[in-house]
């Protein structure tokens, strides 16, 4: 598969979010206003690309030689859970703009499900270093797509009268549901 | 909470993942049929049950600042003995189920019972607290999956409900089905529990 395909196909037609469901907490969390919705996306395509990377590496390197492929589970996330922390620090101390802005999305990102997802599915499809890379950068893209066109919606759903008992995360669901209909439109695109 | 309380409550007041607005990525993923569901359900519930009662048990030597890592640990390691007993001895159930059952390690409803309850309660009530709200989450799974699977294939645990004649509506089974049939779900649940007066939760 070239990388344009696997580019299109994880952003489009496999969207993280609205085709295989991973990363949903979040996306009803903190998707009430844009600019939340935004930096989330943007802590989730950072750490999601970083943590693929150092998966791949440590699942071909150190667990594939030693015959230790079930303990992937646990070691992956390990590693998210230490590379989460080692970004904050390293945030906090580097760059206080960008630490501000991403911050406080940091800690959430460890029990994203989109991020340990992610790392997975690389491992799933069998890819290689590159197309980890690219597989895994677009595929938190599509997650931040996602959950910014639908901060969109949900800025304007706050003026709309929904009935009482579907307020909230309901009508949030119910939204997305139409939403990840409008991506299935997308199939068909990439092969 | 009493023990009778602490069994029930995974039932109604806090049914994951409607009311607990947590797991949801579970819910929607694996429900494409009842026995999927069901099977989630399950080992759900089995890493739910150890996990709340092995962090009950270390609850007092974890300290505070490593809490999470710690419960993440825990956590991972019976995920990953579920992993290996589905694989063993269900094994056409763990290829359905893919990589949504190491997902069960981020699935917030075991860190969320993890920090709300087996850390700050003994080992007894930490376990049966993991198997009401395990079993609360193996239910709603059932009935997501259920409703799914007959409206989507027309069949129930694998057994055809309708006549020869029926088209199935295969949209249920598919992604928009997913988002759509747990939200009006929810909201069926936030109606009921609005005309019995309990305090809205959802907001």
Redesign the interface.
């Known amino acids: 598969m070239n990388l344009i395909e696997l580019t299109l196909g994880a952003i489009f037609v496999n969207n993280i979010l609205?085709?295989?469901?991973?990363?949903?907490?979040p996306f009803?969390g903190v998707s009430k206003k844009l600019g939340t919705a935004a930096g989330m996306g943007a802590a989730v395509i950072f750490v999601a690309t970083l943590s693929s990377v150092f998966t791949w590496l440590a699942y071909h390197y150190i667990l594939v030689p030693q015959d230790l492929e079930?303990?992937?589970?646990?070691i992956?996330?390990?590693i998210i859970?230490a590379l989460v922390q080692f970004v904050e620090i390293f945030l906090k101390k580097q760059s206080r703009a960008l630490y501000e802005s991403l911050g406080i999305y940091l800690p959430l990102i460890?029990?994203?499900?989109a991020v340990?997802?992610i790392a997975?599915?690389n491992i799933?499809h069998g890819l290689g270093f590159w197309q980890t890379l690219v597989f895994s950068t677009s595929s938190a893209t599509g997650f931040a797509l996602a959950i910014i066109l639908f901060a969109g919606i949900r800025e304007r759903m706050f003026t709309s009268p929904v009935?009482?008992?579907?307020?909230?995360?309901?009508?949030?669901?119910?939204?997305?549901?139409?939403m990840?209909?409008a991506?299935?439109g997308f199939a068909g695109m990439v092969e | 909470m009493t023990l009778l309380q602490t069994l029930t409550h995974g039932f109604w007041r806090d049914l994951p993942p409607f009311r607990l607005?947590?797991?949801?990525?579970p819910a929607?993923?694996v429900t494409t049929a009842a026995e999927n569901g069901m099977g989630m359900g399950l080992a759900v519930t089995f890493v739910l049950i150890f996990s709340n009662m092995f962090i009950s048990i270390l609850r007092r030597v974890i300290p505070g600042k490593v809490r999470?890592?710690s419960y993440?640990?825990v956590i991972?390691?019976l995920?990953?003995l579920v992993?290996?007993f589905m694989k063993a001895f269900f094994f056409p159930l763990s290829q359905q189920l893919?990589?949504y059952i190491?997902?069960i390690?981020?699935?917030?409803i075991i860190?969320g019972r993890a920090e709300a309850f087996a850390s700050r309660n003994p080992v007894l009530p930490s376990m049966a607290d993991g198997l009401s709200v395990g079993l609360g989450f193996t239910l709603s799974l059932t009935l997501v999956g259920s409703l799914r699977e007959i409206l989507g294939s027309g069949t129930w645990f694998g057994m055809p409900v309708f006549g020869a004649g029926y088209e199935p509506f295969a949209f249920m089974v598919?992604?928009?089905?997913?988002?759509?049939c747990?939200?009006?779900l929810?909201?069926?649940m936030?109606?009921w529990s609005?005309k019995r007066g309990e305090i809205f939760i959802?907001?």
């Open positions: 609205l085709a295989q469901y991973l990363g949903n907490c009803c079930f303990l992937k589970t646990l992956f996330i390990l859970a460890t029990t994203n499900c340990m997802g997975l599915l799933k009935p009482q008992a579907m307020r909230g995360t309901a009508v949030a669901l119910v939204t997305a549901g139409i990840s209909l991506f299935l | 607005v947590l797991g949801l990525c929607l993923a999470i890592a993440i640990v991972a390691t995920v990953v992993e290996l893919g990589i190491p997902l390690v981020v699935n917030c860190l598919k992604a928009p089905g997913a988002f759509l747990l939200g009006l929810l909201g069926l936030n109606a609005r959802q907001t």
